[in-house]
């Protein structure tokens, strides 16, 4: 498999499921300035132009976190409760509202042309997001004492947080730093050049 990412992006969250699978993976660096990867046009892996991208090893591609976190989830055999099970069913869910509340509203305080006043409810809103998350957090992870999928993809939405100065809390800081520990996190963030 190969993973296209940019670091620090939310391509880290796959980068991670992958570093913690066990799997083999190979790893292709986006420069989402100019939409290249290796000189060429990403556009012509990617139409989307975003990363993350996955290519399975049938050459075909996968795009979208949660597809791609639940295809190396049920690849690896591990990182996800079992299929049609209940926690299952909560693992997307939690993948669901990260995904949908949590990265976009984080993510759109990487537009440099927000105006300050959108940035202040930008800010308030995923603080007030990230609150739901620190009240409903497993003793260790999202959906209890195992790490799943989506605890490496709040993990990122977490940097991204701190990364914009809003307030996570202390029960999510120390919920960052036992997941930034892991050495599938801790692999991740090297590959990426952020250890």
């Known amino acids: 498999m190969k993973l296209y990412y940019a670091p620090g992006a939310c391509s880290l969250a796959p980068h991670i499921a992958l570093a913690e699978s066990g799997l083999g993976y190979t790893l292709a660096k986006v420069d989402l300035k100019t939409h290249t ?40 055999g591990k990182l996800a409760p079992p299929a049609g099970s209940k926690l299952r069913l909560r693992l997307q869910e939690w993948i669901a509202y990260i995904n949908t509340e949590l990265h976009k509203t984080l993510g759109a305080l990487f537009n440099p042309a927000l105006p300050e006043e959108a940035r202040k409810i ?17 003793d260790r992870y999202l959906t209890g004492e195992e790490f799943t999928v989506a605890d490496g993809y709040l993990y990122v939405m977490l940097r991204w947080a701190q990364h914009h100065k809003v307030d996570i809390g202390d029960k999510l800081r120390a919920y960052l730093k036992r997941v930034e520990e892991r050495a599938g996190v801790q692999r991740a963030l090297k590959e990426e050049g952020l250890a």
């Open 122 to 138: 930008f800010v308030t809103n995923s603080a007030k997001k990230l609150a739901h998350v620190s009240d409903k957090l497993g």
């Open 37 to 76: 990867v290796d000189g060429k046009d990403y556009y012509a892996v990617n139409a989307k132009g975003a990363v993350p991208a996955l290519e399975m090893e049938d050459k075909d591609l996968l795009t979208e976190n949660a597809v791609i976190l639940g295809y190396i989830a049920d690849k690896a």
